[in-house]
């Protein structure tokens, strides 16, 4: 009874079930396809940002790297300012000293030298007696013209006596007329013939005279090419040797270049020292006597002679020396630059500057050189940025970066 009136429960219950079954299958897939598409969107964001992330890295790296090429590309440079100085009123040059006459003394005839009485060093006065040489060609030769020079004057006494004797047969009416005149020519020729044989006789006596060679003025023999038996040739030629060198020492030239823009220093007359380094706290007074009136158009400077009297002889020919001169300055105060902020290029000196983080080459005028600074007159100011060691292939509108200011 219970079985058969339970049953119909239990089917519906079954069939309830089975229902509600089949009505949460459609749901709990739904739910399953949700879930894996949040799943995939999850994951593909996932993905995404690390994609993305990527991306970005490699961007910024090449950011970077513009950033870095930039930066290398510009010039790194140490820059320093022109420096201001007292203008001094001492122009100093270099030069060397040069003796007043300075000449060299070859042979007027051939033959061997017989014997030397100067050496180096000697001091000899003019016309003191250097050498002596034997030329037994040119005795030879003035012995066999004296004798012509008889010759002819025996001929032409004959030639006198005849044309006198027919000058005087003429007059008696003796002999013709052309007979005299040839008489009288004949005379004449004999007179040109002992005139020509004299007048070599007087060239060879003045040949022999140069046997002996005497020194032409006061000097020092700075040198001596020649010794005893020695092949003396005449004259100044490529053939010729040059028997000794003499040189006037009691006063010496010098001979400066001064700077166009110091040129009224040098004036004719001015006073001059003298300084040398052998001779450490001493001066040596000398006078500005010359300049040559015109600039130097490749070195713009003004060349000028300094004369200083050295009685003793205490200063030596070809000596290095600094000559001052004093000047007014057309102020009281320079501008001196180093010499490593300086470019020589083709079209004329230029210093190096930086200006707006740019650098900039400008033409500068330069006064007196100091060494490690040169004095500029013009192109450059006291607060200009001077380029350290530029580059020779700087260019102005370079961009430059400063490191530090020196």
């Given amino acids: 009874m219970n079985q058969s009136e339970t049953s119909p429960v239990n089917e519906t219950s079954a ?3 089975t229902e509600e079954l089949r009505l949460e299958s459609p749901r709990s897939g739904l739910r399953t396809i949700g879930l ?9 964001a996932v993905l995404g940002w690390f994609v993305y992330q990527g991306i970005s890295a490699r961007v910024l790296a090449a950011k970077a790297l513009v950033v870095e090429t930039d930066k290398g590309s510009v010039l790194t440079v140490s820059v320093t300012h022109p420096k ?15 003796p007043l006459i300075d000449a060299p003394i070859y042979a007027r005839t051939d033959g061997y030298l017989k014997k030397w009485y100067a050496d180096i060093g000697a001091h000899v ?11 037994p060609e040119t005795d ?5 013209a004296k004798a012509n020079l008889e010759a002819a004057k025996a001929s032409l006494g004959l030639a006198q006596v005849t044309a006198k004797r027919l000058m005087n047969l003429q007059k008696d009416g003796a002999i013709a007329m052309q ?10 020729a004999k007179q040109a013939a002992v005139n020509a044989a004299s007048a070599n006789v007087n060239r060879l006596q003045e040949l022999q005279s140069f046997e002996k060679v005497y020194a032409p003025f006061d000097g020092v023999v700075t040198a001596r090419n020649t010794d005893i038996g020695a092949l ?7 053939s010729a040797k040059e028997l000794f060198h003499i040189a006037s020492t009691r006063k010496l030239r010098v001979y400066v270049s001064v700077p166009e823009q110091y040129e009224q220093a040098a004036k004719n007359g001015t006073p001059a020292r003298l300084t040398l380094g052998e001779f450490p706290g001493r001066t040596f007074p000398g006078t500005v006597v ?3 009136g015109s600039i130097d158009m490749a070195s713009r400077t003004l060349l000028v002679e300094v004369d200083v009297d050295n009685p003793t002889g205490e200063l030596l020919t070809g000596a290095y020396v600094s000559v001052h001169l004093k000047f007014s300055g057309p102020s009281a105060t320079a501008l001196t630059i180093p010499v490593a902020t300086v470019m020589f290029r083709s079209e004329g000196i230029r210093a190096a500057l930086v200006r707006d983080g740019k650098a900039v080459l400008v033409p500068i005028t330069i006064g007196r050189d100091l060494g490690d600074a040169l004095e500029v007159l013009a192109g450059v100011r006291p607060q200009d940025s001077l380029i350290l060691n530029p580059p020779d292939s700087l260019i102005s509108g370079t961009p430059v970066k400063l490191t530090k200011t020196l």
């Fill in 125 to 135: 006065h003019a016309g003191e007696l250097l050498a002596e040489i034997e030329t």
């Fill in 84 to 98: 201001v100085i007292q203008a001094a009123q001492d122009l100093v040059l270099p030069g060397n000293t040069q």
């Fill in 232 to 238: 003396i040739a005449a004259g100044s030629t490529n």
């Fill in 179 to 188: 007979d005299m005149d040839n008489a009288v020519a004949d005379m004449n």
């Fill in 36 to 44: 894996l598409l949040v799943m995939l969107l999850a994951i593909g």
């Fill in 290 to 292: 010359r300049n040559s």
């Fill in 15 to 17: 069939t309830t079930h």
């Fill in 140 to 144: 030879q030769q003035l012995v066999q």
